[in-house]
C-alpha cells in the first residue's frame, strides 16, 4: 500500500481509539473535576465494562445484537453502581483525602483486577460485534489517465467501527447536554466550583459525589463495551487506558471537558499515525515523559488557562 | 534512659534477633529472610522520603530498578568484579534521584504522586526499548561463578544471609542516625509544615532534594544487592508494582518509624506467600490490606505501638 | 537622625490580579525601635511584611536589611539574614513538642550542639512562661499559649528584626500584660514591627506607628502625633 491510503487507514483507527479514549478519559476528568480526587482503579472500572459485556453477551440468546445491545446498557450500570460502593465505603471514609484516596484506589485496582482473574479467570474473550460489514474505501491518485479513483487492496473498514466512532460522539454529546441542561449537572458544576457553598445552597454533596463516581466510571464502562467486540476482554486490559487517561486529562487540563476531548482525539489519532514512524515503546516513553514534564512546568494543561 | 539510648537499644535488639534467627529456622524461611532484609531495606529508603518528608512517590521502582541495572549491566557488559558493579548501581541511583528530585520537587501532592509515577513508568518502557542490551521483559541472569566478593561465595545461603544482614544492619543504623540528626528533624519539621519551616529560615527545597537522594540511593543499593544475591536482572522490577510495595510494606509497617518498614516487609512478604499457596491472584491480598489500612490504620503497625505505647520510638 | 536603619523600602510595591495590595510604599525602621503597623482591615499591613521577609514576591520595588539589597532573595535566607516572622494564623508544629518547636528555631543558628539548643530552648520558653509539661504536643496548648510558643520560636531565633503579626490576637487581658514587659525586654536585643489591632497595646509600647490605607502609607509619626492626625481619625471611622 501506498503511504497515502495507508495514512487514511491509520488515522481511521486511530479514529476509534480516540472515540474509546474520550469516553474514558472523560469520566476520570469528570471524577477529578467535581470531587478532586484522582481515582487509580479508573482503568478497572473499563476492564469490568469488558468483562460485564461478556458475560451479558453470553446469557444473552438469538441474533448477537441483542446481546450487544442489553451489555450497552446493563454493564454501564453494574460497573456505576460498583463505583458507587466503592465510593460510599471506602472513599467517604478517608474524607477525599487527596492522597489517601490515590492509596485506597490502589487498593481498589488490585481487588477488582484480581477478583476478575478468579472468577472470570486469565483467559481472554471475545464479544461478538452487532454487525460487521467490510466496507472498501477509495483512494484517489493522478495516473497517467490523470486524476481517478481507484480502490487499494486492504484499504478498509468495517461498519462497527464507524459505529463506535458516532456512537462515542452521541454519548459525548449527552454528557455535555447532561452538565449543561440538567439539574445535575447544575449540582455537578455548584460542587466543582465551591463545594462549601453548594452545600450551603442545599446541594446533598454527598449524594452528588456517590453519583459523580459512578457516571465516571460508567463512561469507562461504556467505551470499554464499545471496543470489547474488537479488542477481547481480559483481566489486565486496564491498564493501558488508564494510563493514557491519565495522558489525555493532563494534557488536557485537570478537569477540563473540552480540553480532554481534544486530547483524546490527539492523542488518540497520533499514537496511531506516530507508531507509523517510531516503535510504540519508543512513542509511550515520549509521551509518559510529555506528561512529567507537562504537570512540572504547565500544570493547566496545554489548553487550559492559568488559573488565578 | 535516653530516648536516643532506648531506641538504639531496641534496634540493636532487633539485629540481635535477626543473627540467632540465622542458626535456628528452617532454611525455607532463612532464604525468605534473606530476601526480606534486601527489601526492607528499600522499604526504607522509601520511608526516608514518605514518612519523614512526607512525599508520596509512586516511582520508587525506578531508584531500585536503577540500582539493580546499574549493577547488572556493568557486571554483563563491562566484566567489572560484583563488588564494583554494586558501586556502580549505587551510583547509578544516586544520579538518577538526583536529577529526578531536582525537576519532580518543582511539584507536591497529587502532580508529585503522578510525575514519580510517570517518570517510572518512562523508566521501564526504556529498560524494554534498549532490550539489546538489558534483554527486556525476559532479563537475565548473573552466572553463579560472579557472584563472589572476597573469596566469598554469595550463592551460599549463610554467606547470602549474613551478606543481606549487613546491608540491612548498616543502612538501619544509618537511617537511626539519619532521624535523630537536626537534618532529620527539619525534615520532620517540612512534613508537619513546610510554610513553619521555611519561615524559620531553613532551605525547604535543598532539604527535600537531599532527602530524595537519600530516600533513591537507599533503594538504589537494595536494587543492586537484591540482583546480584539472588542473580537475576528483569524488568518486572520496574513496573508499577515495584513501586506500590513499598508504599504497601511502609503504610504497613508504620510510616515515619525506622523500624516500621522491617516489620511491614516481614508481614507482607509471609502474607503473599501464603496467599500465592492459594491462589494465583495473589494480589488481591495486596489490595485489601491497601485498602484496609487507609480506612482503619493509616498509622501501621509501629505507628500504633508509637502512638498507644512507645512516645519515643523514632 | 541619627539612628542607623535596619531595614528600608523603596517603591515597594504588590498587585494581585490588578487590585492593589500594596502600592509604592517607602519605609525606614531605625534599629533599636518597637514600631507599630497599624491600618484598617485590608489595608495591606499583611501583605507588607508578607514582602519585608519574601514569603510573597513583590510586584516591583526594592528591600534593604543590614546594609544589603535583599529584593532578590528567598525568604529562608532573608530569615537567615536574622529576620524571624511570627505568624498571624497560628502555624506551630501542632504534632511536635514545646520543646521540639522551639528547638527548630534554635537550631539553624547554634547548630547540633544538644546542650546549647537545651539552655536556648529552656530560656525562651521561660521567658513566654511557657515552662510546663514542654514535652506534650504543640496542638494540645490553649490558643494563647499557641501565640506564645511562636513569641519563643521567635525570640529563640535572636533575631536582629522581630516581626510580629497580630500577636495579641486571641490573648487575655492578664496575658496582654505581660506581653507588653516581654516586649519591651526582647527590644534590648531586636528591633521589632509589630501589626496590631489593639490601640492599647500599640499606644503602651510603640516608639513609632506606620498608618497603612489602601496599601498606602497614610501617616507615620510617634504615638501622640498619630492619635491627633484627622486622616488617620477619618480612615478609621469611615467619614471623611
Known amino acids: ?308 | 534512659m535516653r530516648p536516643e539510648t532506648k531506641s538504639l537499644a531496641l534496634h540493636l535488639g532487633l539485629l540481635a534477633l535477626l543473627v540467632i534467627a540465622q542458626f535456628v529456622i528452617s532454611p525455607f524461611h532463612h532464604g525468605n529472610l534473606s530476601r526480606i532484609m534486601v527489601l526492607a531495606v528499600f522499604a526504607m529508603g522509601y520511608n526516608v522520603l514518605f514518612g519523614y518528608v512526607g512525599l508520596l512517590s509512586l516511582g520508587h521502582a525506578l531508584f531500585f530498578s536503577a540500582g539493580m541495572y546499574g549493577m547488572g549491566l556493568a557486571m554483563q557488559h563491562l566484566g567489572v568484579s560484583a563488588l564494583a558493579a554494586i558501586a556502580v548501581g549505587i551510583l547509578s541511583a544516586f544520579v538518577l534521584s538526583a536529577v529526578v528530585g531536582a525537576v519532580a520537587l518543582r511539584t507536591t501532592g497529587v502532580a508529585f504522586m503522578i510525575v514519580t509515577l510517570m517518570l517510572a513508568q518512562a523508566g521501564y518502557l526504556a529498560i524494554l526499548y534498549f532490550g539489546t542490551y538489558t534483554r527486556g521483559d525476559e532479563g537475565f541472569v548473573i552466572q553463579p561463578e560472579f557472584r563472589t566478593i572476597a573469596g566469598l561465595d554469595l550463592t551460599d545461603p549463610t554467606v547470602r544471609y549474613f551478606a543481606a544482614f549487613l546491608v540491612l544492619a548498616v543502612c538501619l543504623l544509618l537511617t537511626l542516625r539519619l532521624v535523630h540528626s537536626s537534618f532529620g528533624r527539619v525534615l520532620v519539621a517540612i512534613r508537619e509544615n513546610e510554610e513553619r519551616a521555611r519561615m524559620l529560615g531553613y532551605d525547604v527545597f535543598r532539604h527535600k532534594l537531599i532527602a530524595v537522594v537519600i530516600s533513591g540511593t537507599l533503594s538504589g543499593t537494595a536494587g543492586a544487592v537484591y540482583g546480584l544475591l539472588f542473580g537475576y536482572v528483569g524488568a518486572t522490577f520496574a513496573t508499577v508494582q515495584y513501586s506500590i510495595l513499598p508504599l504497601l510494606w511502609v503504610l504497613l509497617g508504620g510510616a515515619g518509624t525506622v523500624i516500621g518498614p522491617f516489620i511491614g516487609t516481614l508481614f507482607m512478604f509471609y502474607l503473599i506467600d501464603f496467599s500465592s499457596g492459594l491462589t494465583s491472584a495473589y494480589m488481591v491480598v495486596a489490595g485489601v490490606v491497601l485498602v484496609l489500612l487507609t480506612l482503619f490504620a493509616p498509622q501501621g503497625l509501629a505507628g500504633e505501638v508509637k502512638r498507644r505505647l512507645l512516645p519515643w520510638l523514632p | 537622625m541619627a539612628s542607623v536603619n535596619l531595614l528600608s523600602t523603596k517603591g515597594l510595591s504588590r498587585s494581585f490580579g490588578g487590585i492593589r495590595a500594596v502600592e509604592n510604599v517607602d519605609f525606614e525602621l531605625p534599629e533599636g525601635q518597637i514600631r507599630a503597623l497599624i491600618g484598617p482591615n485590608g489595608a495591606g499591613k499583611s501583605t507588607f511584611v508578607g514582602l519585608l521577609c519574601g514569603r510573597i514576591a513583590a510586584s516591583s520595588g526594592s528591600v534593604r536589611f543590614m546594609d544589603r539589597d535583599i529584593s532578590n532573595l528567598p525568604a529562608h535566607r532573608r530569615i537567615a539574614l536574622g529576620m524571624a516572622y511570627t505568624f498571624q494564623i497560628t502555624s506551630v508544629f501542632a504534632r511536635l513538642s514545646l520543646y521540639e518547636n522551639v528547638a527548630l528555631a534554635a537550631r539553624r543558628h547554634i547548630g547540633g550542639d544538644r546542650a546549647s539548643v537545651d539552655r536556648e530552648v529552656a530560656s525562651a520558653l521561660e521567658r513566654v512562661g511557657l515552662t510546663e509539661r514542654t514535652d506534650q504536643p504543640a496542638e494540645d496548648l490553649s490558643y494563647g499559649h499557641q501565640r506564645l510558643l511562636e513569641i519563643a520560636m521567635g525570640i529563640a531565633q535572636h533575631p536582629k528584626l522581630l516581626i510580629l503579626d497580630e500577636p495579641t490576637q486571641g490573648l487575655a487581658d492578664s496575658e496582654i500584660r505581660q506581653f507588653n514587659a516581654l516586649v519591651r525586654e526582647l527590644n534590648a536585643e531586636a528591633t521589632i514591627l509589630l501589626i496590631e489591632h489593639n490601640m492599647d497595646v500599640v499606644m503602651e509600647i510603640a516608639d513609632a506607628i506606620t498608618v497603612l490605607n489602601f496599601g498606602e502609607v497614610l501617616a507615620e509619626g510617634e504615638p501622640e502625633e498619630i492619635r491627633r492626625n484627622k486622616a488617620v481619625q477619618a480612615a478609621y471611622l469611615g467619614t471623611d
Open chain 1, 1 to 308: 500500500m501506498d503511504f497515502g491510503p495507508y495514512l487514511l487507514l491509520a488515522s481511521l483507527e486511530g479514529a476509534v481509539m480516540a472515540a474509546v479514549l474520550a469516553l474514558t478519559a472523560v469520566g476520570l476528568s469528570i471524577v477529578f473535576g467535581v470531587m478532586r480526587v484522582v481515582n487509580v482503579a479508573h482503568g478497572e472500572f473499563f476492564m469490568l465494562g469488558a468483562v460485564f459485556a461478556w458475560w451479558v453477551a453470553s446469557w444473552a440468546v438469538g441474533h448477537p445484537a441483542i446481546g450487544f445491545v442489553l451489555a450497552l446498557v446493563l454493564a454501564p450500570i453494574l460497573v456505576g453502581l460498583i463505583a458507587s460502593a466503592a465510593d460510599m465505603i471506602v472513599l467517604k471514609r478517608v474524607e477525599y483525602d487527596p492522597e489517601r484516596t490515590i492509596v485506597a484506589t490502589i487498593g481498589l485496582l488490585y481487588i477488582i483486577q484480581q477478583v476478575t482473574l478468579m472468577t472470570f479467570g486469565p483467559e481472554a474473550r471475545p464479544v461478538q460485534p452487532p454487525f460487521n460489514q467490510r466496507l472498501a474505501l477509495p483512494w484517489f491518485e493522478f495516473g497517467e489517465n490523470g486524476f481517478e479513483i481507484i480502490w487499494p487492496w486492504g484499504l478498509g473498514t468495517t461498519s462497527y467501527k464507524l459505529f463506535v466512532i458516532a456512537a462515542a460522539i452521541a454519548i459525548l454529546l449527552a454528557v455535555w447536554a447532561l452538565m449543561s441542561r440538567t439539574k445535575l449537572g447544575l449540582y455537578m458544576r455548584a460542587t466543582q466550583l465551591d463545594r462549601q457553598m453548594a452545600q450551603a445552597f442545599g446541594i446533598n454533596v454527598e449524594r452528588v459525589y456517590v453519583s459523580v463516581f459512578g457516571f465516571g466510571a460508567g463512561l469507562a464502562a461504556l467505551g470499554a463495551v464499545l471496543i470489547v467486540p474488537i479488542q477481547q476482554a481480559h483481566y489486565l486490559m486496564g491498564g493501558d487506558p488508564l494510563l493514557l487517561s491519565f495522558i489525555v486529562v493532563i494534557i488536557g487540563g485537570l478537569g477540563s471537558l473540552s480540553g480532554t476531548v481534544v486530547a483524546a482525539v490527539l492523542i488518540g489519532m497520533s499514537d496511531g499515525v506516530i507508531s507509523m514512524f517510531f516503535s510504540p515503546t519508543l512513542a509511550k516513553i515520549l509521551s509518559t515523559l510529555l506528561v512529567a514534564f507537562i504537570l512540572i512546568f504547565r500544570p493547566q494543561g496545554l489548553f487550559g488557562k492559568r488559573a488565578a
